[in-house]
Every structure is written in structure tokens, then in C-alpha cells.
DNA sequence: TCTCCGATTAGAC
DNA sequence: CTAACGGTCTAATCGGAGA
């Protein structure tokens, strides 16, 4: 049976979870912002057609957001993750076997149902309505094709926010191919758009029907993979679930810039407890540490520092204290007065499942302490972020990011939910 | 010359 | 008044060091 998949994604997904909350916006020019309020990271149809651009720095949209009422948002991370769950437990009701790619996308496997089309219809029915958010289904015989067939979904209001590729004839697979440029294709970005040009690849089409040895030799496997891909050779599979992550990162740009140490300190002990946190419900530890300062880069004129260090932990860990103490350490060896930092982090690697503990052959092992931790991760998930701190945090105010013009938790907050 | 490993590059969203 | 440009993650490839 010739495999068919889905992938459903909802419709300029930050924007639309902040209209259904507020109906009032639903003819005016809405952008969502990324963190520090810094770059453009969703727009509404009505901002797209006023021409301002994904990752375009809101300073750059100001005066054209004033000439046309063009509103901003800051992102509002737990209103979005929320809806997101919404929706995906809808889907995989429609399916026997599904993948959450994305905050906003999802892969279905629609391999021998009958008629996929207008279950299509009935997906984007009952999400809306359960939802109110608007999604796209794009459906093909492999990931990369039902990617591409979500495109044209979007792209082409005639489709009702619906195509299925695998029902297009061998001519109108290639008529459509034909018309699509090749950056469209998923996994292809900028720097390879700009070298297959070169080679006169140029469209769909044109990738599809590349020379195999030449592509290869040229790009490497993961281009003879999307060729493949586009040629209904399945490549890529599902994955259901969804694998431990092997690095974890927690860093910030700071909304002032940052030049004191203690400073510095109290915002990386913050990013600690946050990727610690993450490794903890992963059920895992780490065995490296890496800390990293940078001070602004888009400030030419300012003098730039950006270290970077990493040490091995004496023993792999998800303690928390133990990670900020290192964390401490490495702040230190690496500040230097007279910068301004505008952004820092902490990265874990070298992850592995707790269960794979392995002793010190020389040294008595630091006791963890995992009951402490486990209350920590209890009481902050019951009654939410930031009840229970390390001491070193938030001692210091001025590094937390800008975030001036975030919605309510409309979802997630008791007091934040609208009274009527 | 081969292998290993860390750094870099490219991509997604 | 001025300055104001995100965050996390993976896989492939490159290039130097050591065997």
C-alpha cells in the first residue's frame, strides 16, 4: 500500500493563538515578537501584505507600523505552548500513528484510509471549531512531499486550506513542480538555494530530475535525500517519539546590557535552573558544562568580547546547585570589566539517561541532591515557575528581557482568564 | 594514510 | 533622549592532531 502522510500546520501560529483571544483583531496588522521584543517571529496576512519581513528587527518596522496601526505583541510562550497541545490531541485522533514536528506542525499517517480529502475537511473543521485556530493540510507519499503539498495549500486560497499531491496526475506533478522554486522545498535554505542556482537548479522540478552523481558529489547526502524524497522515495520517517535531547541550552539576551560580574551571575544561576530542569524531566544528567558571554554584536563601534568555556563535570549530574556552582566558577574565569554584556548562556552536553550512573573510581561521588530537586520540580510545576529558587537568582534586577507588551495567560492563569 | 574529535556550517521553526 | 537585531536543536562536513 503506497504510503500517504499529512502534515497539518496551523496558520501564522503565534498571531492567530493571540486573535482568538482577542476577536477585536481580526482585520488589523498583528506581529508577534521574539524575545527582548527584538525581531518580527509571526504576521498576520494583513502585516505579510504591508511588507514586513520574517526576523525583521521591530526597530526597523517602527515608522511603517505607525503609518498603519500595525500591532505588536511580545510572545507569550505559555499561551502558545497551551494552544499547541490543543490542537495536537485533536489530530492524532484522525490517525493510528502521528508526529509532532513543531509547536504548530504535525505529521499524520493517512496510509489506507479512505477518502483522505475529506477527512482533510473534517480535521480542519473540528480544530477550528474546538480551537478556533485555522490550520492547512498538505498531503503526500513522503514527508518532504506532503511539506511541499501544505505550501501550495497555503499559498492558493482555491484549495480551501487542503491539497493532496498523490492525487495529482504524473503531468500535473510535474506542470506544479515546474512552478515552485526550489527554496520552497523543506531543507533547503539560503546558502543552498544560492548554490544550486549556480547549477541551474532552479525549481522543483529541476531538483527532481537532477543528475544523481553530479548532486551527490556536489551537495552530499542530505540533498540526495530530498531528491529522493521528491521523487516518492520515503527517506525520512515518522518519528513518534520523540527522542532525549543530547544538548541542552538556557540563554538570554538581556534587556539593558550587563557589566557587573554578580550581575552576570545571578542571570546564568536562572539559566541553570532552567536547562537543569529540562535534563531533569528528561530523566537524564550531563557531564559537561559550557558557559558563554557576548557582549553586543551590532554594536560595531563598542569593544567585543565573546568567550566561551567548558569543563567536564567531576561526576555527569541534573543537580541544579551543582551546576550553578560551575556555572559560578566559569563566570568568573572568563569576566573581564569594561565590556557590556548584552547576552549569556549555559550549555549541557554530553547527555546520558540517569540510569546509566557511573561511580568515580578515585574520589567518593557528591552526594546529589535529588529529593531536594524533585520537590523543586513539584512545587514549580504545581504552582508555577520561579516559586522555588536558588538564592543566587533574582537578586539583581535589569538583565531580565524586555517583554513590554505580552497578552495575558489566558489559558494557563487563573487571574489572566477574562470575566465576562 | 587513517581515524577521531572538536569546530563550523546549514537548516528548521 | 537614544538605542533598539531570538532561542534551541540536529546532522553533516571540515580540518587538524595523533596513531
Same mark, same amino acid.
Given at each position: 500500500?503506497?504510503p500517504?502522510?499529512?502534515?497539518?500546520d496551523?496558520?501564522n501560529?503565534?498571531?492567530?493563538c493571540?486573535?482568538?483571544?482577542r476577536?477585536?483583531?481580526?482585520t488589523v496588522?498583528?506581529?508577534?515578537l521574539?524575545n527582548?521584543?527584538?525581531c518580527?517571529v509571526s504576521?498576520?496576512?494583513?502585516?505579510?501584505?504591508?511588507?514586513?519581513?520574517?526576523g525583521?528587527?521591530?526597530?526597523?518596522c517602527?515608522?511603517?507600523a505607525e503609518?498603519h496601526?500595525?500591532?505588536?505583541?511580545?510572545?507569550?510562550?505559555?499561551?502558545?505552548?497551551d494552544?499547541?497541545?490543543r490542537v495536537?490531541?485533536?489530530?492524532?485522533d484522525?490517525a493510528p500513528?502521528h508526529?509532532?514536528?513543531s509547536?504548530d506542525?504535525?505529521?499524520l /499517517? &493517512?496510509?489506507?484510509?479512505?477518502?483522505v #480529502?475529506?477527512?482533510?475537511y %473534517?480535521?480542519r473543521?473540528r480544530?477550528? =471549531?474546538w !480551537?478556533?485556530?485555522p490550520?492547512?493540510?498538505?498531503?503526500?507519499?513522503?514527508k518532504t512531499?506532503?511539506?511541499?503539498?501544505?505550501?501550495?495549500?497555503?499559498k492558493?486560497p482555491?484549495?480551501q486550506?487542503?491539497f493532496?499531491?498523490s492525487?495529482?496526475s504524473?503531468?500535473?506533478?510535474d506542470?506544479?513542480?515546474?512552478?515552485?522554486?526550489?527554496?520552497?522545498?523543506?531543507g533547503?535554505?539560503?546558502?543552498?538555494?544560492?548554490r544550486?542556482?549556480?547549477h541551474?537548479?532552479?525549481?522543483?522540478?529541476?531538483?527532481?530530475a537532477?543528475h544523481v552523481?553530479?548532486l551527490?558529489?556536489?551537495?552530499?547526502?542530505?540533498?540526495?535525500?530530498?531528491?529522493?524524497?521528491?521523487?516518492?522515495?520515503p527517506?525520512i /520517517? &515518522?518519528?513518534e517519539i520523540?527522542?532525549? #535531547?543530547?544538548?541542552i541550552? %538556557?540563554?538570554?539576551s538581556f534587556?539593558? =546590557?550587563? !557589566?557587573?560580574l554578580p550581575v552576570?551571575?545571578?542571570?546564568?544561576s536562572?539559566?541553570?535552573?532552567?536547562?537543569?530542569t529540562?535534563?531533569?524531566?528528561?530523566?537524564?544528567?550531563?557531564a559537561?558544562?559550557?558557559?558563554?558571554?557576548?557582549?553586543?554584536?551590532?554594536?560595531?563601534?563598542?569593544?567585543?568580547y565573546?568567550?566561551?568555556?567548558?569543563?567536564?563535570?567531576?561526576?555527569?549530574?541534573?543537580?541544579?546547585?551543582?551546576v550553578?556552582?560551575?556555572?559560578?566558577h566559569l563566570?568568573?574565569?572568563?569576566?573581564?570589566?569594561?565590556?557590556?554584556?548584552k547576552?549569556?548562556g549555559v550549555?549541557?552536553?554530553?547527555?546520558s539517561?540517569?540510569?546509566h550512573q557511573?561511580g568515580d573510581l578515585?574520589?567518593?561521588c557528591v552526594?546529589?541532591h535529588?529529593?531536594l530537586?524533585?520537590a523543586l520540580?513539584?512545587?514549580?510545576?504545581?504552582?508555577?515557575r520561579? !516559586?522555588v529558587?536558588?538564592?543566587?537568582?533574582g537578586?539583581?534586577?535589569g538583565w531580565q528581557?524586555?517583554?513590554?507588551r505580552k497578552?495575558?495567560?489566558?489559558?494557563?492563569?487563573?487571574e489572566?482568564?477574562?470575566v465576562?
Amino acid at each position: 500500500m503506497s504510503p500517504q502522510l499529512a502534515l497539518v500546520d496551523c496558520n501564522n501560529f503565534y498571531v492567530s493563538c493571540e486573535r482568538i483571544f482577542r476577536p477585536d483583531l481580526a482585520t488589523v496588522p498583528v506581529v508577534v515578537l521574539s524575545n527582548n521584543d527584538g525581531c518580527v517571529v509571526s504576521r498576520s496576512n494583513e502585516a505579510k501584505a504591508l511588507g514586513v519581513k520574517m526576523g525583521q528587527p521591530w526597530f526597523e518596522c517602527k515608522a511603517l507600523a505607525e503609518e498603519h496601526g500595525i500591532l505588536a505583541l511580545s510572545s507569550n510562550y505559555a499561551l502558545y505552548a497551551d494552544m499547541s497541545n490543543r490542537v495536537m490531541s485533536i489530530l492524532r485522533d484522525f490517525a493510528p500513528r502521528h508526529e509532532v514536528y513543531s509547536i504548530d506542525e504535525c505529521f499524520l /499517517d &493517512l496510509t489506507g484510509l479512505p477518502n483522505v #480529502r475529506a477527512l482533510s475537511y %473534517a480535521m480542519r473543521a473540528r480544530v477550528a =471549531a474546538w !480551537t478556533g485556530m485555522p490550520v492547512c493540510v498538505g498531503i503526500g507519499p513522503t514527508k518532504t512531499l506532503a511539506k511541499l503539498a501544505n505550501h501550495v495549500a497555503k499559498k492558493h486560497p482555491r484549495s480551501q486550506g487542503v491539497f493532496n499531491y498523490s492525487a495529482l496526475s504524473v503531468a500535473q506533478k510535474d506542470q506544479l513542480l515546474q512552478r515552485i522554486p526550489v527554496e520552497e522545498v523543506w531543507g533547503v535554505g539560503r546558502k543552498l538555494t544560492r548554490r544550486l542556482a549556480e547549477h541551474g537548479v532552479h525549481t522543483v522540478q529541476d531538483l527532481r530530475a537532477a543528475h544523481v552523481p553530479t548532486l551527490r558529489a556536489e551537495f552530499g547526502v542530505v540533498v540526495e535525500k530530498i531528491q529522493r524524497e521528491l521523487q516518492e522515495i520515503p527517506c525520512i /520517517d &515518522l518519528q513518534e517519539i520523540q527522542a532525549d #535531547r543530547q544538548q541542552i541550552i %538556557a540563554s538570554r539576551s538581556f534587556g539593558n =546590557a550587563v !557589566t557587573e560580574l554578580p550581575v552576570l551571575q545571578d542571570a546564568l544561576s536562572t539559566f541553570v535552573a532552567n536547562a537543569c530542569t529540562k535534563l531533569r524531566a528528561q530523566n537524564s544528567q550531563a557531564a559537561v558544562i559550557q558557559v558563554f558571554l557576548q557582549t553586543n554584536r551590532f554594536r560595531k563601534e563598542l569593544p567585543q568580547y565573546m568567550p566561551s568555556l567548558a569543563v567536564p563535570l567531576p561526576t555527569p549530574t541534573n543537580d541544579s546547585l551543582q551546576v550553578n556552582r560551575w556555572a559560578n566558577h566559569l563566570c568568573e574565569r572568563m569576566f573581564k570589566p569594561g565590556y557590556q554584556y548584552k547576552k549569556a548562556g549555559v550549555v549541557l552536553s554530553e547527555i546520558s539517561p540517569v540510569t546509566h550512573q557511573q561511580g568515580d573510581l578515585l574520589e567518593a561521588c557528591v552526594p546529589g541532591h535529588g529529593k531536594l530537586m524533585l520537590a523543586l520540580d513539584t512545587l514549580n510545576l504545581r504552582f508555577g515557575r520561579g !516559586t522555588v529558587k536558588v538564592s543566587t537568582q533574582g537578586a539583581y534586577s535589569g538583565w531580565q528581557m524586555r517583554q513590554e507588551r505580552k497578552s495575558p495567560n489566558y489559558t494557563t492563569c487563573w487571574e489572566d482568564v477574562p470575566v465576562v
